[in-house]
């Protein structure tokens, strides 16, 4: 295995998002893929973050974590041609 990550630890984030400052908290998993997820397109994590920020209906750090969870299902059905669950 890669580096020990301390994937239970959660931690507070703020950012400033369409000009006001929010904070979420995620675990270290979470935000590692979060930060690789904004890369990948492109975006400073403000950015992402806005970007999701304006789309979702519930809670920020949730919303964060199932958008992780969904885009490591995609890569692994991707990867494997396994058909999606919705």
């Known amino acids: 295995m890669p580096e020990t990550i ?3 630890e959660v931690k507070k984030r703020s ?3 369409a000009g006001h400052r929010t904070s979420f908290s995620l675990e270290e998993i979470f935000w590692l893929e979060v930060k690789k997820m904004a890369k990948s397109e492109g975006l400073s994590i403000n950015q992402f973050i806005e ?3 304006e789309a979702r209906t ?3 750090s ?3 974590r ?3 969870l969904r885009n490591l ?3 692994l059905q991707s ?3 396994l058909p999606k669950n919705k």
Request: cysteine-free; aromatic content about 0%.
């Open 66 to 68: 199932v958008l992780v």
């Open 6 to 8: 301390r994937s239970e």
């Open 15 to 17: 950012v400033t998002i």
């Open 73 to 75: 299902q995609d890569q």
């Open 62 to 64: 949730s919303t964060l």
């Open 58 to 60: 519930g809670n920020l």
């Open 79 to 81: 990867k494997t041609n």
């Open 51 to 53: 970007k999701i920020d």
